[in-house]
């Protein structure tokens, strides 16, 4: 069974556009740009050994392409789940499409530490 190791988090948005995926892949890169983590090295692994789950959470699950929320990850094997979260901000005057906001958790996990 792989072991969580850490947990990062992150928020991204579509300002205009109200595009759910660039939001989550925005996110993701929020989190891990923040970050420089050798966590695979530190155990004496591969970072292709990276187990990786992306949880996120969006006003429209549907509309995530969770290959592409998945792509930003250069190594590792990912998992992204979409669950209903984040948050859809009208617009002021109120017409046209709200800001989305997409909340995202990244668990990375190793086998055998």
Not at 5 to 15: I, K, P, V
Request: proline residues 6%; negative net charge; hydrophobic residues 40%.
């Amino acid at each position: 069974m792989p072991r969580r190791l850490l947990t990062e988090f992150g928020m991204g948005s579509s300002l205009r556009r109200q595009d759910y995926t660039q939001a989550a892949c925005r996110a993701v890169e929020n989190a891990l740009w923040h970050n420089s983590i050798n966590l695979a090295e530190l155990f004496g692994k591969d970072k292709t050994d990276m187990r990786i789950t992306v949880d996120v959470g969006v006003q429209a699950p549907e509309r995530v392409d969770i290959d592409r929320v998945a792509a930003v990850f250069p190594y590792g094997q990912v998992t992204v789940n979409v669950t209903r979260g984040g948050l859809d901000v009208p617009r002021p005057e109120g017409d046209g499409p709200p800001t989305v906001m997409a909340n995202v958790a990244i668990s990375v996990a190793l086998e055998g530490v």
